[in-house]
């Protein structure tokens, strides 16, 4: 890895800090060759502060330290991307990331539709949804709903019609968040089992 450092007249390339589970982007720093292979020696991002005029390992005040799972440079060999297993909040004033946003696993539009699951099932909307409505009928009509739609898929599993087994899938995996959250969990406590057994 060959780091442009000499590009900027500082000696500083930007190094973009990702968490390595949830991938969400924790901090924006600078490090300078001292900085980098400090990091890069101890596996515990260090940084150049540039207002203290000195290198900087992030967590040295805190105890939040930011251990290095891997480090990509980017296609002009003038900024680095870490990718960190964090100890505990990243920004200084205590907040997960420096954009105050709460370090979860996103799942794109699962994570949406788990949070539209959520607002239903507390009634926040005008009428009885159909989540709301299957979720008065309790847990045994939910999985029983999950039954249902597991047999159908394995049905068009075997047939040609590909529409159909997506259809049955995307009813599946819908009335599978809805069980998952009728039980108290969600898709990324599921995930964190199938991490457990990967190691």
């Known amino acids: 890895m060959t780091i442009d450092f000499n590009k900027n007249k500082d000696g500083l390339v930007p190094a973009i800090i990702q968490d390595y589970n949830t991938k969400n982007v924790l901090m924006l720093g600078y490090m300078n060759e001292a900085a980098f292979k400090a990091t890069k020696d101890t596996k515990k991002v260090t940084f150049y502060s540039r207002s ?14 930011l251990h290095v799972v891997d480090m990509q440079l980017d296609c ?28 979860e696993t996103q799942y794109g539009f699962i ?19 159909y989540v709301a409505s299957l979720f008065e009928k309790g847990i045994n009509k939910i999985a029983q709903k999950v039954g249902e739609e597991a047999v159908e898929v394995i049905i068009e599993a075997k047939d040609n019609n590909d529409t159909l087994f997506l259809n049955e899938s995307a009813d599946l995996l819908f009335h599978y968040l809805l069980l998952l959250q009728a039980k108290g969990f969600k898709l990324n406590d599921v995930v964190s089992v199938l991490q457990e057994r990967n190691h």
């Open 111 to 129: 994570s949406v539709l788990e949070n539209t699951i959520t607002s239903r099932i507390s009634g926040n909307q005008e009428g009885l949804s």
């Open 76 to 103: 002009d060999n003038d900024s680095l991307l870490i990718f960190v297993n964090p100890d505990g909040p990243t920004c200084h004033k205590g907040s997960d990331t420096c954009w105050n946003t709460k370090n």
């Open 52 to 65: 203290k005029q000195r290198l900087w390992r992030k967590g040295e005040e805190s105890g939040n330290v």
